[in-house]
């Protein structure tokens, strides 16, 4: 799956397009790597948002093509530094 695409579903990010230029912009990092919206999610990736004030490290656990509210936290795990 995609990252703009990941960041979506388990609404870490709300809309799609912010996660596209959030990428484009450098703000998402995948194992301490700059990533483009195109790349595709493994499990065990960890990923790092850094939005403004908001820093946040998650690991990937798991991938679906839809998750709803409830379920969308079970796809990821917060990784603390």
Known sequence: MRLD????????????????????????LINDVE????????????????????NLKVEVKSISEYANKETASDLYIVVED
């Open 35 to 54: 990533a483009k919206a195109s790349y595709q999610v493994k499990v065990g990736d960890k990923i790092q948002i850094n939005m403004g004030t908001r």
């Open 5 to 28: 695409k990941y960041l979506k579903v388990t609404r870490l990010i709300k809309r799609r397009t912010i996660a596209n230029e959030a990428c484009d912009a450098g703000k998402i």
